[in-house]
Nanobody, 122 residues
Framework: QVHLVESGGGSVHAGESLRLSCTAS????????LAWFRQVPGKQREGIIC??????LVNDRFKGRFTISRDHPTNAVSLQMDNLTPEDTATYYC?????????????????WGQGTHVTVSA
């Protein structure tokens, strides 16, 4: 069973950067796609970015500001968020699926972390 734990959330001011981390355990030798989503109350979970064997996929809304990196030996994936705005305030989730390709719809992922909250003040 895949277990994901996010960390790195907190409060920042607009224009600042933040780096979130997700540690995965329970992965088998099969390839996994790892992704970041976010959600605000009353809205659907939104796909941000994904990394998999075939490459990365970024939601156009976040291109140029959010990047993803993966450390295979430790099964960790990070989300670097730059030039944050108050609209980025949300709970951020790490997700995994046992595929070689990336998608950014939440229904395609069957393993989720508990989330880490980010607050961006003006």
């Amino acid at each position: 069973q895949v277990h994901l734990v996010e960390s790195g959330g907190g409060s920042v001011h607009a224009g600042e950067s933040l780096r979130l981390s997700c540690t995965a355990s329970g992965l088998t030798d099969e390839p996994y796609a790892l992704a970041w989503f976010r959600q605000v109350p009353g809205k659907q979970r939104e796909g941000i970015i994904c990394i998999a064997r075939v490459g990365t996929l970024v939601n156009d809304r976040f291109k140029g500001r959010f990047t993803i990196s993966r450390d295979h030996p430790t099964n960790a994936v990070s989300l670097q968020m730059d030039n944050l705005t108050p609209e980025d305030t949300a709970t951020y989730y790490c997700a995994a699926r046992q595929k070689t390709t990336c998608v950014l719809n939440s229904v395609s992922y069957d393993s989720w972390g508990q989330g880490t909250h980010v607050t961006v003040s003006a």
